[in-house]
């Protein structure tokens, strides 16, 4: 478990939610913790004041962090809230680096309703899943786009996921590429209609397969950026 935190020279606070939980996990004075920040800087720190509300202490050592091969950046069709919210929790564990909804034909068009509401929650759901598996950023929540303006103005090459595609493995693609910084296209629980791959091929998305099964669309965001990090 580690906890993000505000870090000035020697010194770490936790804000109020931050302190609150470093009690409930059952965490005193005196104890050591670790910390970062959601922007790559880990640190190993030392509890000197904890209440309900705040916490603070001193830096003990700066951590080395983890760099990750490539920057995924996962386009992911709108789907249930339930699903959403399980795919945004593998996609951190996976160490993707941004997440952008997708309005493609087949997706949950109400859902991307009330989007700052959704945005807050999301955040949420990605800083406890990062706290838990030490990843030392926090991914990115982009604005959502609609699929043909996505495809249409990418900026880094770019890999979509299709159900019909046999030829070429993901992993295969990656590899080739060797790019660093990747866009992934993952489409709905309907998938994506024939139209929208060939969108995606004119603007020379490459189509890729993630196996032999048909997964939900959650699993196949986990499967693709845990994939492509490799």
């Not at 916490?55 to 959403?84: D, H, M, N, Q, Y």
């Not at 590429?177 to 993952?186: D, S, V």
Request: aromatic letters at 8%.
């Amino acid at each position: 478990m580690q906890f993000i935190a505000k870090v000035n020279n020697n010194t770490w606070t936790l804000d109020e939610d931050e302190a609150r939980h470093l009690k409930v996990v059952r965490f005193k004075t005196g104890d050591t913790i670790n910390l970062f920040d959601g922007k790559g800087g880990l640190w190993l720190g030392k509890i000197e004041t904890l209440t309900d509300k705040f916490a603070s202490g001193t830096i003990l050592e700066i951590l080395k962090p983890f760099k990750p091969k490539r920057k995924i950046i996962l386009c992911f069709s709108v789907i249930s809230r339930p699903a959403t919210e399980e795919l945004l929790n593998l996609c951190t564990q996976a160490g993707v680096y941004a997440l952008k909804p997708i309005i493609s034909a087949r997706c949950e068009k109400d859902l991307i309703k009330k989007w700052q509401t959704k945005q807050e929650r999301w955040n949420q759901i990605i800083l406890s899943a990062a706290k838990q598996c030490h990843t030392p950023y926090l991914p990115q929540i982009l604005e959502p786009q609609n699929f043909s303006d996505a495809v249409q103005n990418l900026k880094t090459k770019a890999l979509i996921c299709y159900e019909d595609e046999h030829t070429l493995p993901l992993l295969s693609a990656v590899q080739k590429l060797n790019a660093e910084e990747l866009t992934i296209f993952i489409g709905p629980e309907g998938g994506y209609e024939p139209s929208e791959i060939e969108l995606a091929k004119k603007n020379n998305v490459i189509s890729v397969s993630l196996g032999d099964f048909i997964l939900r669309a959650q699993s196949a965001a986990f499967a693709a950026v845990w994939g492509a990090m490799q």
